[in-house]
């Protein structure tokens, strides 16, 4: 009897193992296929993405809709929706894209700045962005998305593009957003009256350095 059992757990044993080793076998392959499928759910969006912002650019955000861009990529329209949801989710990510863009610009040209004033460069380099990408700018800030803001829920693309304000105005406030926001505020009205054509783009310059005037000015008052 207890040889009979000892066999049997000996069987027992060996089909573990073997068991365990197939499992450790077949999990790498697996994992690069579950790897693979990730990489190319990921291509797809961004190719969506991609699209959506250049028939903006060419012909306005009217024109980026579920069906134009299943023609303009090749994708069966239940693609687009099972990547976004629907035609605003689309343009979600396109100003989420947005926002991280504007960060590091402005992070670029906060930090690129040795002597200079960083207040200007900044100003400077997001003025030049919106100019530079009108479409992406107007989907960020000017149509109705759901895309929260200073909200538990707001994406870390905005906070980071929000935070380089916050760097040039450090210790200026007890409450610090403030005066970021208004220096955002004020760039963002230049910005559309600009694209509007309601600023001349001709004294562009003086506008940056008295607002710039302004605002350090003010550093300076509280210093």
């Known amino acids: 009897m207890k040889g009979a059992r000892k066999s049997y757990t000996s069987r027992l044993e060996k089909i573990l193992a073997v068991l365990y080793f197939l499992s450790m076998a077949t999990t790498p392959g697996i994992n690069r296929i579950a790897e693979r499928k990730l990489r190319d759910k990921q291509a797809r969006r961004a190719q969506i993405i991609t699209a959506a912002r250049r028939i903006a650019e060419l012909e306005g955000w009217p024109n980026v809709t579920v069906r134009r861009l299943s023609d303009e990529i090749s994708y069966?329209?239940?693609v687009l929706y099972a990547h976004?949801?629907?035609?605003?989710?689309?343009?979600?990510?396109?100003?989420?894209?947005g926002f991280q863009e504007i960060g590091l610009a402005l992070e670029k040209?906060?930090?690129?700045?040795?002597?200079?004033?960083?207040v200007e460069a900044v100003a400077a380099a997001y003025l030049e962005f919106a100019a530079s990408s009108p479409a992406l700018y107007e989907v960020m800030f000017s149509l109705s998305l759901n895309v929260p803001f200073d909200d538990p829920a707001t994406p870390p693309q905005l906070?980071?593009?929000?935070s380089q304000l916050l760097e040039l105005f450090q210790g200026q406030s007890s409450k610090p957003e403030v005066i970021p926001e208004l220096f955002w505020a004020s760039l963002h009205g230049i910005a559309e009256l600009t694209r509007t054509k309601r600023f001349p783009r001709s004294r562009q310059r003086e506008r940056v350095?008295?607002?710039?005037?302004?605002?350090?000015s003010k550093m300076k008052h509280h210093r």
């Open 159 to 162: 906070r980071f593009a929000f």
């Open 109 to 118: 040209a906060r930090k690129r700045v040795k002597r200079g004033n960083a």
């Open 84 to 97: 976004f949801g629907n035609r605003e989710g689309i343009l979600a990510a396109v100003a989420i894209e």
């Open 76 to 78: 069966s329209q239940p």
């Open 209 to 216: 350095r008295a607002l710039v005037e302004l605002f350090t």
